[in-house]
């Protein structure tokens, strides 16, 4: 624009000249118009070339981030590109408005924001598959081996292959739960069965029951009948003084041992109060 400003000037004062009838003068200044024009249009058919150099490098950088958008949607099915997809759009409006620079900046700036929401989700993806295989582990050592964990453990697996990171996660913590759930069960079922097996160790040793001083025979707890709401039996003795060899009763229940007639009786009144009446 200078340049032209220039010739445009040098144009004038020669028209100016030769009214005058200054004609050496006026040649003066149109001496070298030529070259200068010259260079004005060398000068724009440059920028012309370096404009359209630009844009067809915004053109090939939109396609791409394009092109990884849609494979970033089909991969990673949960991540949000709507930040990026904005940028997109002002970039859009900054090219057609010849601000070529600041549409690749924008196109740049769309670009890393692809890059950094793809981390961030294989560092999710990375978490999420690290406790799928720790609680995997810990599912198969010896008394776990829970088909139920297992299952939802490989639905979880294949969420996450899928790029469904949030489905993926809610199997994990159903597996967690229930692998929680039943360990807890396990151990408590397997202290039972230990502190159970310890009082038997004891009441054979000594041969006493846990209700009673007196051997194997009930002494006024409540009783659990779960074969009838009418008939109990009532336990009038334990044991025998017999010592046949194909009985093994003397050896655990002891001799023969028979109740209090008031225990019986007292067992009797309170059965019939629950509603029992056959004894």
Request: proline residues 0%; aromatic residues 8%; hydrophobic residues 30%.
């Given at each position: 624009?200078?340049?032209?400003?220039?010739?445009?000037?040098?144009?004038?004062?020669?028209?100016?000249?030769?009214?005058?009838?200054?004609?050496?003068?006026?040649?003066?200044?149109?001496?070298?118009?030529?070259?200068?024009?010259?260079?004005?249009?060398?000068?724009?058919?440059?920028?012309?070339?370096?404009?359209?150099?630009?844009?067809?490098?915004?053109?090939?950088?939109?396609?791409?981030?394009?092109?990884?958008?849609?494979?970033?949607?089909?991969?990673?099915?949960?991540?949000?590109?709507?930040?990026?997809?904005?940028?997109?759009?002002?970039?859009?409006?900054?090219?057609?408005?010849?601000?070529?620079?600041?549409?690749?900046?924008?196109?740049?700036?769309?670009?890393?924001?692809?890059?950094e929401a793809i981390n961030r989700f294989e560092e999710r993806k990375k978490e999420i598959m690290e406790k799928i295989n720790s609680l995997r582990e810990e599912n198969n050592k010896e008394g776990y081996n829970y088909e139920s964990v297992s299952n939802l453990l490989d639905e979880a697996e294949k969420y996450l292959n899928n790029g469904e990171l949030s489905k993926?996660?809610?199997?994990?913590?159903?597996?967690?739960?229930?692998?929680?759930?039943?360990?807890?069960?396990?151990?408590?079922?397997?202290?039972?069965?230990?502190?159970?097996?310890?009082?038997?160790?004891?009441?054979?040793?000594?041969?006493?029951?846990?209700?009673?001083?007196?051997?194997?025979?009930?002494?006024?707890?409540?009783?659990?009948?779960?074969?009838?709401?009418?008939?109990?039996?009532?336990?009038?003795?334990?044991?025998?003084?017999?010592?046949?060899?194909?009985?093994?009763?003397?050896?655990?229940?002891?001799?023969?041992?028979?109740?209090?007639?008031?225990?019986?009786?007292?067992?009797?009144?309170?059965?019939?109060?629950?509603?029992?009446?056959?004894?």
């Amino acid at each position: 624009e200078n340049k032209l400003s220039e010739i445009d000037n040098s144009i004038n004062r020669a028209k100016s000249k030769m009214n005058n009838g200054e004609y050496d003068e006026a040649l003066s200044y149109l001496e070298g118009l030529e070259s200068k024009i010259d260079e004005v249009i060398k000068s724009v058919e440059q920028k012309k070339q370096e404009w359209e150099s630009k844009y067809n490098l915004y053109n090939n950088k939109k396609q791409n981030i394009l092109n990884r958008i849609n494979e970033v949607k089909n991969k990673y099915k949960e991540i949000d590109l709507t930040d990026v997809e904005n940028l997109i759009n002002t970039a859009e409006n900054r090219a057609n408005s010849g601000d070529i620079d600041g549409a690749l900046s924008y196109l740049d700036e769309a670009n890393s924001k692809i890059d950094e929401a793809i981390n961030r989700f294989e560092e999710r993806k990375k978490e999420i598959m690290e406790k799928i295989n720790s609680l995997r582990e810990e599912n198969n050592k010896e008394g776990y081996n829970y088909e139920s964990v297992s299952n939802l453990l490989d639905e979880a697996e294949k969420y996450l292959n899928n790029g469904e990171l949030s489905k993926a996660e809610k199997e994990y913590n159903k597996a967690y739960n229930k692998f929680l759930t039943l360990a807890d069960i396990s151990n408590i079922i397997q202290q039972s069965v230990n502190q159970l097996n310890d009082k038997i160790d004891k009441l054979i040793t000594q041969k006493k029951s846990m209700f009673s001083d007196k051997v194997y025979l009930i002494h006024n707890e409540d009783r659990v009948i779960t074969n009838s709401n009418y008939h109990a039996y009532i336990k009038l003795s334990e044991g025998c003084n017999q010592k046949c060899s194909f009985c093994a009763i003397p050896s655990f229940k002891g001799r023969l041992y028979s109740r209090d007639i008031d225990e019986v009786i007292s067992e009797i009144k309170k059965l019939k109060k629950r509603g029992f009446k056959d004894f």
